[in-house]
């Protein structure tokens, strides 16, 4: 087996949780019918609190500065993902792990909050992922993350979620879990999003389901081993197997490559504040409208919208806009 990796609009549904909705509610009631699906998109990923600090300059080696005050955040790629598109309308479930501690408890309630589907969120004796950010004075960010009870994401949990990933219509992946279990989703999905985040090696199995495989450009360098122009980029991305690419260029937009060739897709301009997030925030939108019929340029130019929208706020998920945040843009 080969791997690669190493040095690399139909009209939003009507929410039906709104702004914070609450744990509990049946799946009819979140708009499914009798007999169907309750959930039209399944996250598997991670789940962390994000402990972050502002700074004017990082520090160099062996050097100490001062930052801000410490603001706890609820995030966690799949967390942030399955959140962005709960507040856009989805009806969304989370299959992850948090820890039997403090974290764990404010992490589950932020869910719930924003309406995501929790019934295959296991609680887990140890602690919680937590993410180390720091955010510059131009906004861009430094993550370290310690993973806790999210690397004991496993098999079993994915087999114990059989029939509720097979009955959505998209399930989004990313690699904050450990690979065997993101594997084992991905053979369960009707359709597989896949972010390739943290760049690590995959192998072409996962790469072969990915529709799309979904990559920034410093993630797309490490596993090409190579810089090069975005649509150079994009197609010898499609050359590893995937079904379809989508390259994302921050600032500068996306862009998306498929059997029909290769399509830019710009940004609206926005001044950035923070991108803790902005990442997962246009995936969870991604996979939300393409699980309600979208092509994948169109989905990609709503999920545009949506990441930049989450960049001119602080933090991952309390920067997620909902429907009329993006009216503007």
Known sequence: MTVHGGAVEPVPPENAHGHGGEAGVGPYEQGGEAGASPYELVVVGSVNADLVVRVD????????????????YPGGKGANQAVAAARLGARV???GRIGSDGNGEFLRKALAGDGVGLDHLVETPGPSGVALITVGADGDNSIIVSPGVNARLSEDDIAAAAGLLASA????????SPLAAVLAAARTAARVVFNLSPPA????ELLAVCDPLVVNEHEAALLLGRRGAPGRQARALLALGPRSVVLTLGAGGAVVAGPGGVTEVPSPQVEAVDTTGAGDAFTGALAW??????DLAAATAFAVRVGAASVRRPGAQSSYPYPEDLEAL
């Open 201 to 204: 090696m995959v192998p072409d």
């Open 57 to 72: 300059r990082r520090p160099a080696p062996g050097e100490t500065v001062i930052g801000s005050d410490l603001v706890t």
């Open 169 to 176: 219509r998209v399930v989004s992946l990313q690699l904050e």
């Open 289 to 294: 409208r393409l699980a309600g019929g979208d």
């Open 93 to 95: 479930a989370l299959l």
